[in-house]
């Protein structure tokens, strides 16, 4: 069963149960607001089109929350003209969740409730103590310190080695310099 609603010059296909953004509706969270402007109900498949709107049918709602949509930047340019604007808006909308819908028999039809089981996932987080976790880094820490000293230590006592290369050319030159005076 759905019904298609119109709200905020908009239609949207919904079902009791579902969550739908519209556009922002007076109201605050946690109240019920009832919409009258059903454009179409399908009950099996017994459909109800009306012209424009189904008489005597409506939809029950609960405010979730009020919020603001993503940013949509809006960007003019004209080249070679040096005329750049840009502008941003971020749209209010209202989350709604739909409860029931009324028919014009008479029917109320509602979400069926479904009871969730916890996952065992969330009892293992829980059961995890934060203390462990700081034995488990301060144990790293030690550890790493020594190895750390040692590698310094080495390069301090190995000895700099000088290249015979570096011998030869500087008697080459002390050589030459002695032959030119």
Request: charged fraction near 35%.
């Amino acid at each position: 069963m759905y019904a298609i609603v119109k709200t905020g010059g908009k239609q949207y296909k919904v079902t009791p149960g579902d969550q739908v953004k519209v556009e922002k509706l007076p109201g605050n969270a946690g109240e019920e607001i009832i919409l009258s402007d059903i454009m179409a109900l399908v009950k099996d498949e017994k459909v109800t089109c009306g012209t424009p709107l189904v008489e005597n049918a409506s939809l029950t709602a609960r405010i979730v929350r009020h919020g603001k949509a993503r940013k949509v930047v809006i960007f003019k340019y004209k080249p070679k003209k040096r005329y750049r604007v840009k502008k941003g808006h971020r749209q209010e909308f209202t989350h709604l969740e739909i409860l029931k819908v009324s028919t014009p028999d008479g029917d109320i039809l509602a979400p069926e409730k479904v009871k969730i089981a916890a996952t065992p996932a969330k009892v293992k987080k829980a059961e995890i103590k934060p203390s462990t976790a700081k034995k488990t880094t301060a144990a790293k820490k030690t550890t790493d310190k020594p190895e750390a000293k040692k590698k310094t230590s080495e390069k301090a006592a190995a000895p700099k080695k000088t290249s015979a290369k570096t011998t030869v050319t500087k008697a080459k030159t002390s050589a030459e310099s002695k032959s030119k005076k």
